[in-house]
């Protein structure tokens, strides 16, 4: 389950109110080409992603065992989130209309904080478009979303997400514990980044 960032900020209402209408009206397009709110009818194909080892092994808040009905509840309670402004999930197509990817924002309008967590399909990887790709969504989540923090985790192990995160200028602040859809918990790297710092670095 999502946790928000270890830095707490205070929204005030209009700023909260603010977050919770952009997450709710989003224009997917917004993110990228071929990017859609993810609805009942992209479960058979979400499942197909998230089936690879390679696609869901690191994450950690995803609906498991993964299986088509499990990733239909998943939907439906990221669009009951969404009604909320407090998260949205979005996926990236192929020209074939096969789903090639996820991004799933949880957003805490409250603390003007979010969070993103998101794969790509096993053969897109490692074609040099991670960096971009994470640069953009972060870059959107403080644009659009209109938040002030996000936070990030990373399985201790996943040094691909580690590189990505820290060629992106986030700060390291340790570990920190996160805990699963069945209970567990497991230890995890931990970064956060500032729209300030974020548009300090971008203007340079």
């Not at 499942?47 to 065992?65: C, F, N």
């Not at 040094?159 to 497991?186: H, L, N, Q, W, Y």
Request: glycine share 10%.
């Amino acid at each position: 389950m999502s946790a928000p960032p270890k830095t707490v900020l205070t929204a005030s209402p209009q700023e909260e109110a603010a977050i919770r209408e952009a997450v709710r009206t989003v224009d997917p397009l917004t993110l990228g080409e071929g990017r859609v709110i993810a609805g009942a009818q992209h479960a058979p194909g979400l499942t197909r992603l998230l089936e690879d080892p390679a696609v869901s092994g690191p994450i950690y808040d995803l609906p498991r065992p993964i299986t088509e009905a499990n990733v239909a509840i998943w939907i439906a309670e990221c669009a009951r989130q969404q009604a909320a402004g407090e998260g949205v999930l979005i996926l990236s197509l192929d020209p074939q209309g096969e789903v090639a990817g996820y991004s799933k924002f949880s957003v805490w309008p409250d603390r003007s904080s979010a969070e993103i967590a998101g794969a790509t399909r096993a053969d897109l990887q490692g074609r040099g478009q991670g960096g971009p790709g994470a640069a953009r969504s972060f870059g959107w989540m403080f644009e659009v979303l209109g938040v002030r923090l996000i936070g990030l985790t990373a399985a201790l192990d996943n040094v691909r997400s580690a590189k990505v995160i820290e060629a992106a200028g986030f700060v390291s602040m340790g570990e920190r514990e996160v805990v699963r859809p069945d209970g567990t918990v497991r230890r995890s790297l931990y970064w956060e980044m500032t729209r300030e710092a974020w548009e300090l670095r971008h203007r340079l």
